[in-house]
């Protein structure tokens, strides 16, 4: 999957052992998908998930992560072989993202654009367009020059932009025994509403907006050909959408009042300790929800910071400009089951 800030990848075991710990649980929402690896997991143990993102690039990685399932890799693999033997063609993609800015080499700028039109020409079912989309945007992230974030490239070609582009099929899952998953692309407060056994949570923890910092695959996912601005050729939709999750003064209260409308019993909430809310904060708010009849567990994990501050700071113009303070933060899983009389 992408390189993600946030990926939650290294706690997947932490977070299954709790879901596991409920029984009677079958169906699971994902609140704040991004690239799906929760999801992923839990379809991978058997339950029905339902993702949501209201990014567009995310509900397509949950759409062929969650939603599709293994009976499209005859058709998946078949396409992947054609659109691989393309020829590039430059477009919109290689001007923006490797010529007026430096994010892939322009051979697979031109391979992006060619294999992008094609899938667009097919009119494929949305979930095989879906498997075919993530495939695409993997094999870009395998081939960017950047430090996992799209704020900036690197001011000098990574070794890995050299590789040629090449696409390969998304590892699809069976369908849960508890029925097809599902994908939606809603506000936070609108999908809190859909009915499930369990929610999981992994909101956003501060002021970077997830856009921000994956626009090239939004880009890519919508083939829009947006107006840009700045050194990044960042979309111009990032200056306007705005999660009220990512604002500093606004965290608590909202999410707080996201908590509440949620329609579960059972919720599981990852967070760390660099996030707006405190551990004690959020346990408090847990411990108060739905009039205080419930049981709140904290697990706490020591965990390594994202991939930007292991190699360091750097400006837009992919400079190192400064040093990271620590590598290491802690990450909690809380959970909180309403006890019903």
Known sequence: MIKYLGSKRKLIPDILK???????????????????????????????????????????????????DDDLLDSATKLVKEFNSLVGIPG????????????????????IDAIREEIERKGLDPELKAVLLTSLMEAADRVDSTVGLQMAYLKSWSKRSYDDLELRVPKLLPQS?????????????????????????????????????????????????PEVYGIACKRVECKQKKSVFNSKPKFVSEFSNLLSSINSNILVISFNNEGYITKEELTATLENLWGGD???????KDYSRHVGAKIGIYNLEGEKVGKVGKLKNKEYIFSCKRILS
């Open 18 to 68: 709790v879901v596991q710990s409920y029984p009677n649980v079958n169906t699971v929402l994902d609140l704040f998908s991004g690239t799906s690896r929760i999801g992923y997991a839990l379809k991978q143990n058997g339950y029905k998930v339902i993702s949501n993102d209201y990014n567009q690039y995310a509900h397509t990685l949950a759409i062929c992560y969650v939603e599709a």
């Open 92 to 111: 919109y993609f290689t001007q923006t993202f490797c010529i007026n800015s430096r994010y892939f080499q322009p051979k697979n700028g031109e391979k």
């Open 177 to 225: 025994p508890y029925g097809k998953g599902e994908a939606y692309c809603l506000d936070a407060f609108e999908a809190a509403k859909i009915r499930c056994d369990l929610v999981y949570l992994d909101p956003p923890y501060n002021q970077h907006s997830y856009l921000g910092n994956y626009h090239i695959w939004e880009t890519l996912v919508k083939s829009d050909k």
């Open 294 to 300: 419930n049981e709140v567990k904290v697990v706490e």
